[in-house]
């Protein structure tokens, strides 16, 4: 099945930027999601395709075998584990990442 | 605003048989694919179905094809998870979540209910 490899942690300083990759064979052809999920707390979709009003602070790019989540002027607020996911049309299944912890210094 | 109300958790011994639903309401829910996922104590996400809005598309997790179930029922607004032959392996906090699109598929997950625990053990 489908693997998508992500850093089991990051650590950042407030205001600076974070990146947090999602790594899978070929995921720059496949639409790629990401969710926070904060402790104690069910998961939220950090970018939302279908809302008129984009995020500020946090942004996608995808290409290749990476795709790459960028949290701008980072917030202790954004301290949270981030996980990407992608559809997989060969297991016709829903594919989540490891996983990735944010640390706010 | 969207909601998502999961029930039907609990402890079950292994081997044994439980459902969950997840009453939605804030959404015109038969214009939307649903599914459920799964996260164990202190681990990562895991999906473990998905079904298209009018219940013609089902998805399984290979850990629970063939022991899971997935239903819709439009009338009454809800989702359901038939769960058999448990497993310890199965205890997790099960949620209920929207999909962005009415087909399995092109999913984004965009609204998350607040879970319910099953915990499989003798």
């Known amino acids: 099945s489908f693997v998508l490899t992500q850093a089991p942690s990051v650590s950042v300083a407030p205001g600076k930027t974070a990146r947090i990759t999602c790594g899978g064979n070929?995921?720059?052809?496949?639409?790629v999601h990401w969710y926070q999920q904060r402790p104690g707390q069910a998961p939220v979709v950090v970018i939302d395709?279908?809302?008129?009003?984009p995020s500020e602070r946090f942004s996608g790019s995808n290409s290749g075998n990476t795709a790459t989540l960028t949290i701008s002027r980072v917030e202790v607020g954004d301290e949270a584990d981030y996980y990407c996911?992608?559809?997989?049309?060969?297991?016709?299944?829903?594919?989540f990442g490891t996983g990735t912890r944010v640390t706010v210094l | 605003d969207v909601q998502l109300v999961e029930s039907g958790g609990g402890l079950v011994q292994p081997g044994r048989s439980l459902r969950l639903s997840c009453a939605a309401s804030g959404f015109t829910f038969d214009d939307y694919a649903m599914h459920w996922v799964r996260q164990a104590p202190g681990k990562g996400l895991e999906w473990v179905s998905g079904?298209?809005?009018?219940?013609?598309?089902?998805g399984f997790a290979d850990s629970v094809k063939g022991r899971f179930t997935i239903s819709r029922d439009n009338a009454k607004n809800s989702l359901y998870l038939q769960m058999s032959s448990l497993r310890p392996e199965d205890t997790a906090l099960y949620y209920c979540v929207k999909d962005t699109y009415m087909i399995v598929g092109a999913t984004q997950l965009d609204h998350w209910g607040q879970g319910t625990l099953v915990t499989v053990s003798s």
């Open positions: 079904i298209s809005w009018n219940s013609d598309s089902i």
């Open positions: 996911q992608v559809w997989d049309i060969n297991s016709d299944q829903l594919v």
């Open positions: 070929n995921i720059g052809t496949k639409s």
């Open positions: 395709y279908n809302s008129d009003r």
